[in-house]
């Protein structure tokens, strides 16, 4: 299992490409499902879950090539049933059940795995399918869908904000017959990506980057190219990194309108923010101030950032409150961080940091995707040699990590001892 040795003490200063968005390519990837005449991605990041997604539409019957980050896909699926030895490894898995509805008028999807950080229920994808006239059953650890007449356009109200759910029904809709209305429709710059590709494609949808999005049904979509955005939580990560280390990051195709709340969260406590031509500049002269902060679906503060940010705030002059609504589950990393002296005190979904002028090196091993790299970001404040373990979840979401913090003055290493990783 991999692992990684990181030498502390050092302030970043350089620059870094920003990756395509894993989150993104997770849903584009499957509207190749949606099309006789294929889709063309480019900027799909290289990441165990998009390579995992790439093989499940294989397993469906696409044609799927990728020559560097453009990933072509073309044919039509021959196989309606997504395995859970496939599924389990990926929650996004479940985002081929829109497209199989739509186009086939039937399939089967296990219910699918991924991180431990909370409950993640699949009840609303189900609903939508429901809204939009499809039959579905939940058998033996999986859902079975089924519209023999095609699905047909209606009202789809969420009782919360989800954003897999959305993109299910934004696929779902875009050939069902007539016009379907979302409410209280995820805002997520992924789902305008999402929006933008199927309108490429053919598609007529409206409304995206707001909380109600009207699409009209259309009978086929065409071929189309079109390119994923740049990771918003793979730029919030380095920004959190210049000021964790007191250095300077200018991170190239960041978007400013899409880290709006992590900009002004990052100002409070100290950090200069600059806009240029290609991306964004961030840094900190000095010891950053602590801030609060409560995760909320976007355009509040992303979920995915909390782990980065608490890491920056166990070395922040002052104490913090960091609270998380979103899923139950996200301070699997305290633990971990107060093995390397953090001062975090946890009250149901609320932690109260306390930070210190330093970390202490440790071992420490990693239990999600954004928990790992929170603790590479915390190993890189401390002075002396930490180790994280089980790496695995990193390469699920970040391209080139040690590349592109190595490039900025990181001393950071990854080691094997062989044999498998664990399974996710």
């Given at each position: 299992m991999d692992r990684l040795r990181i030498e502390g003490g050092l302030p970043l200063h350089g620059e870094i490409i920003v990756s395509g968005?894993?989150?993104?390519?997770?849903?584009?990837?499957?509207?190749?499902?949606?099309?006789?005449?294929?889709?063309?991605?480019?900027?799909?990041?290289?990441?165990?879950?998009?390579?995992?997604?790439?093989?499940?539409?294989?397993?469906?019957?696409?044609?799927?090539?990728?020559?560097?980050?453009?990933?072509?896909?073309?044919?039509?699926?021959?196989?309606?049933?997504?395995?859970?030895?496939?599924?389990?490894?990926?929650?996004?898995?479940?985002?081929?059940?829109?497209?199989?509805?739509?186009?086939?008028?039937?399939?089967?999807?296990?219910?699918?795995?991924?991180?431990?950080?909370?409950?993640?229920?699949v009840d609303l994808h189900i609903r939508v399918m429901q809204a939009l006239g499809a039959i579905v059953e939940l058998a033996d650890g999986y859902i079975q869908a089924r519209a023999p007449q095609g699905l047909t356009g209606g009202r789809v109200v969420f009782p919360m904000v989800s954003v897999g759910a959305t993109e299910n029904a934004l696929m779902a809709a875009a050939l069902a017959k007539g016009q379907t209305e979302i409410v209280n429709a995820a805002r997520e710059p992924e789902i305008s990506n999402l929006a933008e590709c199927l309108n490429a494609m053919g598609a007529k949808i409206t409304g995206h980057g707001t909380d109600t999005i009207i699409i009209e049904g259309v009978t086929n979509l065409k071929t189309a190219r079109h390119a994923v955005i740049a990771d918003r939580i793979e730029a919030g990560t380095y920004a959190i990194a210049a000021g964790i280390t007191n250095g300077r990051l200018t991170l190239k195709r960041a978007n400013a309108r899409h880290l709006d709340a992590l900009i002004n969260v990052l100002r409070e406590t100290g950090m200069d923010v600059v806009e240029g031509d290609d991306g964004l500049t961030f840094s900190a002269a000095e010891r950053v101030s602590a801030a609060d902060i409560i995760t909320d679906p976007f355009p509040g503060f992303p979920t995915d950032l909390q782990a980065q940010f608490m890491a920056m705030m166990s070395v922040a002059d002052g104490s913090s409150r960091i609270s998380e609504t979103i899923f139950e589950n996200r301070f699997m990393h305290v633990p971990e961080l107060v093995r390397m002296g953090a001062d975090i005190k946890v009250d149901g979904g609320t932690a109260l940091v306390r930070g210190r002028k330093n970390l202490t090196p440790a071992p420490v091993m990693a239990t999600d995707l954004r928990a790992s790299v929170s603790l590479v970001l915390a190993a890189l404040a401390t002075e002396g040699t930490s180790e994280v373990s089980r790496i695995y979840h990193l390469d699920r979401g970040y391209s080139d990590l040690e590349k592109k913090l190595g490039q900025c003055g990181a001393r950071i290493e990854r080691l094997s001892d062989g044999g498998d990783n664990e399974d996710e």
């Open positions: 968005a894993k989150n993104a390519a997770l849903t584009l990837l499957p509207a190749g499902l949606m099309s006789d005449d294929g889709l063309v991605l480019e900027n799909v990041p290289r990441l165990a879950d998009t390579l995992s997604m790439e093989g499940l539409l294989r397993h469906h019957g696409l044609a799927v090539e990728r020559d560097g980050d453009v990933v072509t896909m073309s044919g039509t699926a021959n196989l309606l049933d997504a395995p859970y030895d496939l599924v389990r490894k990926m929650r996004a898995s479940i985002l081929v059940l829109g497209p199989l509805l739509a186009r086939y008028g039937e399939a089967r999807v296990s219910l699918p795995g991924g991180c431990a950080i909370g409950t993640r229920p």
